[in-house]
């Protein structure tokens, strides 16, 4: 009897013979046509659970797959290992953030190599070591010298609880550090920041990229574009050397509907403006303001607040005086910090208005407009009132005239504006890239050389939890020379968002080893861009915008030439557990490591593939697994078993070479779409074809050996292990990962054709040639589809369909 199938030892055995052997190395092959499957690297946090295995099997199962079609295919792995839970276990357990992430990568390679993927593993990228963050500061260096890089104070998202600034993006909710859920605050600080909004046009542009739609829509919503105009309104505030105030606005037409002006509070002349007696009741307003976050400031019904500065400026298009307020719904980070208050047609602009007694004017009539003042506002177009000689335009053309008008007078121009603002790079952190800049009281803002890159982290900070980096304390490493008058100098202590770590990590893969650059040129130029990036929909709006904007500088900084870095983007879906999302908070992680030394990696390959279409997931069941496991102990049992043929029939033949060519091209089909569980369904399908072959005996010997080669080729990626182990079981050379992928034919796939005869009421109206495997449903559904068919029961009501199997549809119609 056949050995029993054993995972643990099977799988142990071929991991460290694909090792031994190098078999999943991959160089510059200009021969073969490359193949760059990308998945995003894992962050070192401690263990990998299912949630990762979640992304990393089913793309090395693709990975495979590419690879046996022939494809030159690079899947490499790394560590993201800079960033904020290193720094938080050294401050409350006193590990250094090196070594605590150290331990982790060296624990999560384990649990990695566990998966019996084709990871290159000398090209491994770890984004905390000198070698890497070198060229992290390099390239920061590069995006200073382009003009890319700047350094300017402004207002930002402060999290009291993790003491750090937070990106825009790291806001989450109703204004909620993503880390640790705290309410995020503001404070005045100054950044390094880099000039992502050069390039908000050219993000805007998806016609080169394959990418998920819903991707796209966040990130043009990020981005934000409006167009509309800037429009200056006049100045005349004794004291006051500006003369004017610029609004943008995406309704010029609208600009005689104005009956007050909003500043934000924080407007640099919000002070100059306001009136002795009104000064009190303003500084109350604008502390009060601080304390509130953006989410708060700009939630749409909330109760309207604001005071009267107690000036006034001109709109230039009717000479009006237009009093000046400053309400916190008016945003110093949008357009100018100011807003034209047009009540008529902004909802918010009539909540103020309403609030505080301000006249509402209409100036674009509703249909059947009545001339009253109108209850709700009026945001769409219509035929211009009340305003001056462009009275009785469409509104539409009135948008162009007053932007004519402006622009002949100097009086404003039209113009687009973002939502994106520039991206604040700096983090009162440790456990990041330093930003190699150093400050000189006689210089000013000086780089570091690139020769004396790295700027390294010192061992020896300190860690608390002050709010200001733990470099800064450290004298060895702020006291410095600087590079340009060798005079007393100090570092920058900021580090840099570990999001600029992960710009470029797919691009070190391609020459990890390379000291001299960042990248060897001829190797990127092989690789990249990325085929296919597989990880989560969670990183749309910062890794994956980021990602394109560094391509795009580094572009035009001359170091790369393509536009962008990832052509195909795939976001896998979330497993649940217990009703949720797995997480460490929650208590409901999955271990892989378990199921591993029970059951096996391909049993967990295969039952994570099973789970749902990968784009969506799926509810993780421990009977779920048992039942991918037994399928896989039923293919080992099927191959020990052997086979004895009977007597060969030709017609048992014939079928059993068109189910294995019909499930080559659906194993096939459904691996290019990532349909992994269907595609498991079909393997699942043919192992039980298989399993009643082998009882009847009734095929040659030397055809079942062939249908058993295709099942283990077809097999391969998903069960890279067990399909090797049975591979050579069988008598093949090793390895069954170098054999080319099974190609299906036409010819053995068609399917035999019968004509069904189509009765109404018992009478023949037409015929049908359907292939002869039609099942009763699919019969009924074409025959209902028949023009004939409609045409004889048009009116009448169907009763029921009769059919007799590869003979007769007989509709009952009245
Ligand atoms: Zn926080
Ligand atoms: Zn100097």
């Given at each position: 009897m056949a050995l029993k199938y054993n995972p643990q030892e099977i799988e142990k055995k071929w991991q460290e013979r694909w090792a031994a052997e190098h078999i999943y190395e991959v160089t510059e092959d200009s021969s073969g046509t490359k193949f760059y499957a990308l998945t995003m690297f894992p962050y070192t946090s401690g263990d990998l659970h299912i949630g990762h295995w979640y992304a990393m099997a089913p793309s090395d199962v693709y990975a495979r797959f590419k690879r046996m079609q022939g494809y030159n295919v690079l899947h490499p792995m790394g560590f993201d290992a800079f960033g904020l839970p290193a720094e938080n276990a050294a401050i409350n357990h006193g590990v250094h953030p090196y070594d605590w992430t150290m331990k982790n990568v060296e624990h999560m390679r384990h649990q990695l190599k566990s998966i019996g993927a084709?990871?290159?593993?000398?090209?491994e990228v770890v984004s905390c070591l000198p070698e890497y963050y070198k060229w992290t500061q390099w390239f920061f260096l590069k995006f200073y010298h382009a003009g890319l890089a700047y350094r300017a104070k402004a207002p930002v998202n402060w999290c009291p609880r993790c003491q750090t600034v937070l990106a825009n993006e790291q806001v989450v909710g109703e204004g909620f550090c993503e880390r640790c859920g705290s309410q995020v605050t503001k404070r005045d600080l100054e950044q390094w920041f880099f000039r992502i909004t050069k390039y908000a046009e050219e993000l805007?542009?998806?016609?080169h990229i394959d990418w998920p739609e819903r991707i796209k829509i966040m990130q043009r919503n990020w981005i934000g574009k409006s167009e509309g105009a800037e429009i200056s309104f006049g100045l005349e505030h004794e004291g006051v050397e500006q003369k004017e105030i610029r609004v943008f606005t995406t309704r010029p037409d609208t600009i005689f509907g104005v009956t007050f002006f909003l500043l934000a509070p924080e407007h640099p002349l919000v002070p100059q403006l306001t009136a002795p007696e009104r000064r009190h009741e303003v500084e109350k307003y604008i502390a009060w303001c601080r304390r509130q976050t953006e989410y708060e400031r700009t939630a749409m019904g909330r109760e309207k607040t604001g005071v009267f500065l107690g000036s006034y400026v001109i709109n230039r298009l009717n000479g009006e005086r237009v009093p000046v307020w400053i309400t916190d719904?008016?945003?110093?980070?949008?357009?100018?910090g100011a807003v034209m208050g047009v009540p008529a047609h902004d909802e918010r602009d009539l909540e103020f208005a309403r609030k505080f007694n301000l006249p509402v004017r209409t100036v674009i009539a509703p249909p059947g407009w009545s001339g009253k003042e109108p209850t709700e506002a009026y945001a769409d177009s219509g035929i211009m009132v009340n305003s001056g000689e462009f009275s009785g335009l469409p509104s539409e053309q009135g948008y162009d005239a007053i932007c004519n008008l402006l622009e002949r007078k100097g009086w404003g121009k039209r113009t687009v504006t973002y939502r994106l603002r520039d991206w604040l790079i700096s983090r009162q952190r440790y456990w990041g890239a330093p930003i190699p800049m150093v400050y000189c009281n006689k210089c000013g803002i000086v780089p570091i050389p690139?020769?004396?890159?790295?700027v390294l982290l010192p061992s020896d900070a300190e860690f608390k939890p002050t709010g200001e980096s733990p470099l800064k304390y450290c004298q060895t490493f702020v006291s410095t020379i600087c590079?340009?008058?060798?005079?007393p100098a100090r570092r920058e202590v900021d580090t840099m968002d570990t999001f600029m770590c992960s710009n470029w990590y797919f691009l070190r893969y391609t020459s990890p080893k390379t000291d001299d650059a960042p990248f060897e040129a001829e190797k990127l130029r092989y690789w990249l861009p990325v085929d296919l990036y597989t990880g989560g929909a969670e990183h749309a709006v910062m890794h994956l915008l980021y990602a394109r904007f560094f391509i795009k500088a580094i572009r035009d900084i001359g170091l790369v030439d393509f536009d962008e870095p990832f052509r195909r983007l795939f976001n896998q879906g979330t497993i649940i557990y217990r009703g949720d999302k797995m997480s460490k908070s929650k208590g409901n992680v999955i271990a892989p490591d378990e199921y591993v030394a029970e059951l096996g990696a391909d049993a967990v390959r295969g039952y994570l593939m099973f789970i749902g279409p990968w784009e969506l997931g799926g509810e993780w069941s421990d009977s779920g697994i048992v039942g991918v496991s037994r399928w896989l102990n039923r293919v080992w049992s099927l191959v020990e078993t052997g086979y004895t043929s009977q007597a060969a029939e030709l017609k048992a033949e014939k079928e059993l070479l068109h189910v294995t060519h019909k499930t080559i091209k659906r194993v096939t089909e459904d691996l290019e779409r990532f349909r992994f569980n269907t595609m498991l369904a079909g393997l699942m399908e043919f192992t039980n074809y298989l399993s009643r072959m082998q009882e009847l005996g009734n095929i040659s010997a030397s055809l079942w050996q062939e249908a058993i080669t295709y099942l283990l080729l077809l097999l391969a990626p998903t069960a890279p292990h067990l399909a090797e182990e049975l591979w050579a079981r069988t008598g093949h050379p090793y390895s069954i990962h170098n054999q080319s992928w099974p190609k299906w034919d036409e010819e053995l796939i068609k399917e035999e054709e019968i004509t069904l005869v189509i009765q109404i009421n018992g009478k023949l109206r037409d015929r049908l040639l359907v292939p002869v495997s039609i099942t009763e449903a699919e019969a009924k559904e074409l025959v209902l589809e028949r023009e004939r068919v409609k045409a004889y029961t048009h009116g009448k009501k169907i009763d029921k369909i009769i059919y007799v199997p590869g003979r007769v549809v007989n509709v009952v119609a009245r």
């Open positions: 084709i990871y290159d593993w000398n090209r805007l542009d998806f016609s719904y008016a945003l110093l980070t949008y357009g100018t690139e020769e004396d890159l790295p590079p340009e008058c060798s005079g």
